[in-house]
């Protein structure tokens, strides 16, 4: 079974510039997740969805961040425009209610994002 | 947002040594997981515990969900290299269906030669 995959696994850009990060899920998990990985810290969700609809983006930075997923399968996450503070690893993560493992969530390898 | 506090923050070890770390949080959870994240790459679930008291083994790695359901221990037992990196514990609550994750600070372990 294929993992999570997520591309670009690196990106730098200057600060004020736009930049998208995509993720495919594993096949079949209806959940995908965004979590923010600052260097030296646990990863931190940013915004959840359940199939096509928003579950959760309570600590997104709405003003600055996007994200969508509108066939409920692949999903991309926006910043416009970037800050310095935004350079950190993106994780995208899905799980599965019939997983072996209920409640667990699985990661891709993340995006390095570096703003100068 | 909270992060679920992690001791001890870093580890140096010798090959084949035992290594126990843990993670306590002010607040209840559901279910606990212990995840392992090499360099450039995501975090890997190692363990799943879900019942408190629950004491649960996967290889040379075992874990317990502590029973205030507030804390929560890995333990490793022989160390090997591949071992090396940074472990976090995660806790799981669930509100109406909704399932939120919340991390540790991570312990970074690193083997001596």
């Known amino acids: 079974e294929a993992g999570v995959a997520q591309s670009p696994r690196y990106k730098i850009i200057e600060k004020r510039q736009s930049v998208a990060f995509w993720c495919n899920p594993i096949?079949?998990?209806?959940?995908l997740y965004w979590y923010q990985q600052i260097l030296g810290q646990g990863p931190k969700l940013l915004i959840q969805?359940?199939?096509?609809?928003?579950?959760?983006d309570s600590q997104l930075p709405k003003d600055r961040f996007s994200a969508e997923r509108l066939k409920g399968v692949d999903s991309t996450l926006k910043i416009q425009p970037a800050k310095l503070e935004d350079s950190a690893v993106y994780l995208c993560?899905?799980?599965?209610?019939?997983?072996?493992?209920?409640?667990?969530?699985?990661f891709g390898p993340g995006t390095r994002l570096t703003v100068l | 947002g909270q992060q679920l506090n992690q001791s001890p923050q870093s580890m140096f070890i010798q090959e084949g040594e035992d290594v126990s770390m843990n993670c306590t949080s002010s607040?209840?959870?559901?279910?606990w997981l212990w995840y392992k994240q090499d360099p450039g790459e995501g975090p890997v679930l190692l363990i799943a515990?879900?019942?408190?008291?629950e004491l649960t083994s996967n290889g040379r790695l075992t874990a317990q969900f502590g029973i205030t359901r507030k804390d929560s221990f890995l333990n490793i037992s022989a160390s090997i290299p591949s071992d090396v990196g940074i472990y976090f514990c995660?806790?799981?609550?669930?509100?109406?269906?909704?399932?939120?994750?919340?991390f540790g600070t991570g312990t970074r372990l690193t083997i001596i030669p």
């Open positions: 993560a899905s799980s599965s209610g019939t997983s072996s493992f209920p409640g667990a969530q699985y």
């Open positions: 096949s079949g998990h209806a959940t």
């Open positions: 969805f359940q199939n096509n609809g928003v579950v959760d």
């Open positions: 607040s209840i959870f559901n279910t």
């Open positions: 515990l879900y019942k408190a008291g």
């Open positions: 995660a806790g799981l609550k669930t509100n109406f269906g909704n399932e939120k994750l919340t």
